[in-house]
Every structure is written in structure tokens, then in C-alpha cells.
């Protein structure tokens, strides 16, 4: 179980996804859980199995831009894309931060986060009021 800043989780060791090189910036953690509350959804939470202060909010591409559709340079094929979301107090300021999609395969339970480097997509894209959970 992790005791985290949204609440206990708990989950078994094939819960997590194995990201290879880590996050950028927190290259010293591989494993993360995809924490999916129905208290926050759509928003879910990837969480660190070995910092359980390193967690960010995420939400299912589709949910932001229906024909979200980014390059995936390791060629895997990711079954989920996922955003991370920069969080407000105003829902009208939450950002969702397409030029780095989070790409995880349920099957291989492998994830990568992709920095798209010649993208047509913002870093700080302005999350419509009815993409963001009710209060």
C-alpha cells in the first residue's frame, strides 16, 4: 500500500507499469501505478512504486482532443495515451501538456512518456471546462 497526497493505495506487483527509462526528471524511478479512483475520473494518477511523492495527474487522450494522435518514436504500440494534466484551483486554468503523451501497454504493462519535439501540440493546452471532473 502507498499513502499518498490522494489517498491510500493499495495494489499487487503486477499492477505496475515498467517505464525503462524512467520520467524525465525522475530517471530513478521505472515503476508506476496507474491509480484509477472513480472519485477522480477521468482524471487518473501514475504514481511511483518507489517515491510515493512522485505522482501526476493523467487523463485518456480522447478526453482532451478526439483525433489526438501522436508519433510514437519507439515504435511500440501503446494501448492507452494518457496526458498529464497541470492542476488549478479554477477549473477554466487546467492545462493538459500535449508534447509529452504517456503511452502504456496493458499487455506488456510497459510505459514510456514521449517528448515530441516537433509537434503541433502545446505543452500548456487550455482543458475545456467539461473535459475536467465535476467538483
Known amino acids: 500500500m502507498l499513502e499518498t497526497v490522494v489517498g491510500n493505495v493499495e495494489f499487487e506487483e503486477d499492477d505496475l507499469y515498467i517505464f525503462p527509462e524512467g520520467l524525465p526528471g525522475f530517471e530513478?524511478?521505472?515503476?508506476?501505478?496507474?491509480?484509477?479512483?472513480p472519485e477522480y475520473l477521468p482524471v487518473s494518477w501514475i504514481?511511483?512504486?518507489?517515491?510515493?511523492?512522485?505522482?501526476?495527474?493523467?487523463?485518456?487522450?480522447?478526453?482532451?482532443?478526439?483525433?489526438?494522435?501522436p508519433r510514437n518514436s519507439h515504435g511500440n504500440s501503446a494501448e492507452r495515451v494518457m496526458i498529464m494534466l497541470s492542476l488549478s484551483q479554477r477549473a477554466e486554468e487546467v492545462t493538459a501538456d500535449l508534447r509529452a503523451p504517456f503511452l502504456l501497454n496493458s499487455e506488456t504493462k510497459e510505459g514510456?512518456?514521449?517528448?515530441?519535439?516537433?509537434?503541433?501540440?502545446?505543452?500548456?493546452?487550455?482543458?475545456?471546462?467539461?473535459?475536467?471532473?465535476?467538483?
Open 47 to 69: 504514481i511511483s512504486a518507489e517515491d510515493k511523492d512522485i505522482l501526476f495527474p493523467l487523463i485518456p487522450a480522447s478526453t482532451i482532443l478526439k483525433d489526438y494522435n
Open 112 to 135: 514510456r512518456q514521449t517528448i515530441l519535439t516537433d509537434s503541433k501540440y502545446s505543452a500548456r493546452h487550455l482543458v475545456k471546462n467539461e473535459s475536467y471532473p465535476n467538483e
Open 28 to 37: 530513478m524511478c521505472k515503476r508506476f501505478l496507474l491509480w484509477e479512483n
